[in-house]
């Protein structure tokens, strides 16, 4: 596909930012952007990508965990006895053969998950949960380019030599559970049943939360997607660093993607009275939770390299003149290679012990979740980058520190990534913000992609 008209691609980028700003106000929270897993904010979130992803000629279905699957058929799904075409100009007229529109909500007893025919298929998305207190392009940006770039091919009446999937995923940030990737481990087939025990804060299970959502969670098996279709997963997110901006480049191609080990550590000491316990006889959770802090930031400074973070804490039993007597606290640990990963979370496990053990404090270390390191497909990328030449951009590889749903479905299919530049790098934080023009870039670049990979297609 020729590069596209600029104002074309601007016009579809202006609409892209008008959705971010739609999703950006549905929040479970009056005064700032928090929308998690299977919530009624999701379910509204939901509902509006669903309607765009049909306006944009997609048949859409929602699977049992909630993630939302749009597809826009290849050019062979066409009746070809009727004539049916797809209309060159102006909006197709023509229903594609396959079924149409599935309910959003999940059939329950859904066991034939896959309603589509089995033909070469890209998907592209992202997920639509967010962090507490986010900026609205991280997550949803994918999902919205994905679905721009669906709305220009109908607008030139094209259809590719594959058939198009756009996914907005259910729980890519595991704010409620604090498991990452829920709705792309579902979708890959690499969903722990174990999860479904899991309880929020409000002590309502994994379980109850999909069953509340409209979903069956015994039936989340069946909602695995064949990977034999696939020609990969290419998802569109926002740098979140500050590489791109430093470079002025409006797009990056990812090489890979840092794992990540996601714990729970508790601290047991003794409660007492603020005012009467000498503090040599104190058993003190939070002075103890405090010393580790301190150390898993020395160790993650001394080794290149490595992240690591206290990012949630709960401290009870909570008074301002009761000695804690118990501490929770996320511990998240990062590092592109999986054995120097492995290795800190061994070291900060045995530093918490030593302080324990000198304190008198109980510890108890919770593995919640470890996510592999993710290299994303050399020719997939190779092909991406080639699309951001040609559309007229220096491609410039770059690893992801951050986690995207690309990481569980990697295990599906080969998968890539485009980043775009967002502003100081800042995201997880309400200032994360996204240049219009730079949109454009990223739905230029997409097109090219796709008419990179149909050549590839039609000569395969
Ligand atoms: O935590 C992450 O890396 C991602 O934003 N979920
Ligand atoms: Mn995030
Ligand atoms: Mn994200």
């Known amino acids: 596909m020729p590069n596209q008209h600029p104002l074309r691609n601007t016009q579809h980028a202006i609409r892209v930012m008008q959705r971010a700003d739609i999703l950006g106000s549905i929040s479970e929270e009056p005064d700032r952007l928090t929308r998690r897993f ?34 826009y058929e290849w050019r062979g799904a066409w009746d070809q006895g009727s004539g049916i075409r797809d209309q060159g100009s102006g909006l197709s007229t023509a229903q594609p053969v396959v079924p149409d529109r599935a309910p959003l909500a999940p059939r329950a007893s859904s066991l034939t998950p896959n309603p589509w025919p089995l033909v070469p298929t890209l998907i592209m998305g992202s997920h639509l949960d967010t962090v507490r207190d986010a900026g609205k392009y991280d997550g949803p940006l994918g999902v919205l380019v994905a679905i721009a770039c669906v709305e220009r091919l109908r607008e030139l009446g094209e259809r590719l030599p594959f058939a198009l999937e756009v996914v907005a995923f259910a729980d890519e940030e595991g704010l409620r559970y604090h498991t990452a990737y829920l709705g792309s481990n579902v979708l890959a087939g690499s969903f722990d049943p174990a999860y479904l025990d899991m309880a929020d804060e409000d002590d309502v299970t994994v379980s109850e939360a999909i069953r ?9 098996a069946h909602d695995k997607r064949s990977g034999e279709d696939l020609l990969g997963y290419c998802e ?13 480049l409006p797009v990056g191609v990812v090489s890979a993607i840092s794992g990540q080990t996601r714990l729970n550590v508790h601290f047991n000491g003794e409660a007492g009275h603020a005012g009467t316990v000498p503090m040599r006889l104190r058993r003190d959770a939070l002075c103890a939770a405090s010393e580790f802090v301190l150390a898993v930031e020395a160790l993650a400074r001394e080794r290149e390299g490595l992240v690591a973070t206290v990012g949630q804490a709960s401290v009870e039993p909570g008074a301002s003149n009761v000695i804690p007597g118990h501490v929770q606290m996320s511990l998240d640990v990062r590092h592109i290679d999986d054995a ?7 070291q900060l496990r045995e530093q918490a012990e030593q302080i324990c053990a000198r304190r008198q404090v109980a510890l108890e270390w919770q593995h919640l979740q470890s996510s592999r390191s993710v290299r994303c497909a050399s020719h997939l990328a ?5 699309a951001v030449e040609r559309a007229g951009y220096a491609p410039r590889y770059l690893p992801s520190g951050a986690g995207h749903d690309a990481v569980p479905m990697s295990g599906l299919t ?4 485009l980043f775009v530049r967002c502003k100081g790098g800042v995201s997880h934080n309400p200032a994360e913000s996204v240049a219009v023009e730079d949109v454009a870039v990223a739905i230029e670049v997409m097109g090219e992609f796709l008419d990179v990979l149909a050549r590839e297609q039609a000569q395969a």
């Open 382 to 386: 190779g092909m991406l980058a080639q």
């Open 340 to 346: 120097i990963r492995e290795q800190a979370c061994k």
């Open 236 to 248: 569109v997110h926002i740098e979140q660093g500050p590489v791109l901006e430093a470079e002025g």
């Open 212 to 220: 509340a959502f409209g979903g069956n969670p015994d039936a989340l």
């Open 38 to 71: 299977a919530t009624p904010a999701m379910r509204q979130a939901n509902e509006l990508a669903a309607g765009w992803m049909r306006e944009a000629g997609m048949s859409v279905r929602q699977d049992n965990i909630g993630n939302v699957i749009g597809r």
């Open 414 to 417: 080969d998968v890539a990534m």
